[in-house]
């Protein structure tokens, strides 16, 4: 297993391990926990497959909390391809929403790994659309941004469908990353679950995606697909 995988597993755990009310030490304010592993699951691709993850777990009260999120690409030859940690402080704003902000180190086996600042939102759109909007600066002054977008469509009462949108953009190029400037990517997912608890469910899906602008020129310059279509299946559980 990798060194980024076990880090980010590693730091999960923790927060499992903290998960669960405890009283904070002056003996009044609770303190929870939580860890949903949102997607692990592999991903059948012309040419390659791979295991990919997503993660999430927090620590805090109502109002503010500490989370820790990862994820993640992990190719059939036993190397990570890309993987992400991010450490955040989040401050409830609103009825769900909260503001956050904290820190994002990247690992690139390839490429050289980068260090960013965060500062996003994340809550709950009308209709109980699920937003993760974030904005990240690197350690040399670059400036991205990040949106994501979900919705859970029951089918039946352990049935559910969630459509999934995700948009990457990029105020200057970096070559070595072989990002370019404006509009970087677009994914597109859909993914069945059911349910056998509410904290268990295998899914099936697929996924859609395509590299934009100049950087779908540095993909294909790599000798890369700048369109990738996947068949998923995986399992979703939460502690």
């Not at 949903?36 to 991903?43: A, I, K, S, T």
């Not at 992990?74 to 991010?86: G, L, P, S």
């Not at 469509?153 to 990029?170: D, F, N």
């Amino acid at each position: 297993m990798s060194r980024a995988l076990k880090r980010g597993l590693a730091g999960l755990g923790l927060l499992l391990a903290a998960s669960g009310p405890s009283l904070a030490a002056d003996g009044h304010d609770m303190l929870f926990g939580s860890l949903l592993v949102d997607q692990l699951e592999h991903g059948w691709r012309d040419g390659h497959d791979t295991v990919e993850w997503k993660a999430q777990g927090w620590i805090g009260g109502d109002s503010e909390k500490l989370y820790l999120k990862t994820e993640g690409e992990y190719v059939r030859d036993d190397t990570v391809e890309k993987a992400e940690v991010q450490l955040l402080y989040s401050r409830m704003i609103a009825d769900f929403w909260d503001v956050q902000a904290g820190i994002r180190h990247d690992f690139r086996p390839d490429d050289p790994s980068r260090t960013y600042g965060v500062f996003g939102f994340q809550g709950l759109a009308p209709y109980v659309i699920e937003v993760d909007a974030s904005l990240f600066v690197s350690e040399k002054g670059d400036v991205s941004a990040r949106f994501e977008a979900e919705h859970d469509i029951l089918i039946t009462q352990r049935l559910i469908a969630q459509p999934k949108l995700e948009v990457s953009a990029a105020l200057q190029e970096v070559e070595e990353l072989g990002i370019g400037s404006g509009l970087n990517d677009i994914e597109l997912g859909f993914r069945v679950r059911y349910e056998i608890t509410r904290k268990f469910a295998p899914y099936i899906g697929v996924s859609w995606s395509r590299s934009l602008g100049n950087t779908a020129d540095f993909a294909r310059a790599e000798g890369e697909d700048v369109d990738n279509l996947a068949f998923l299946t995986g399992i979703r559980f939460a502690f």
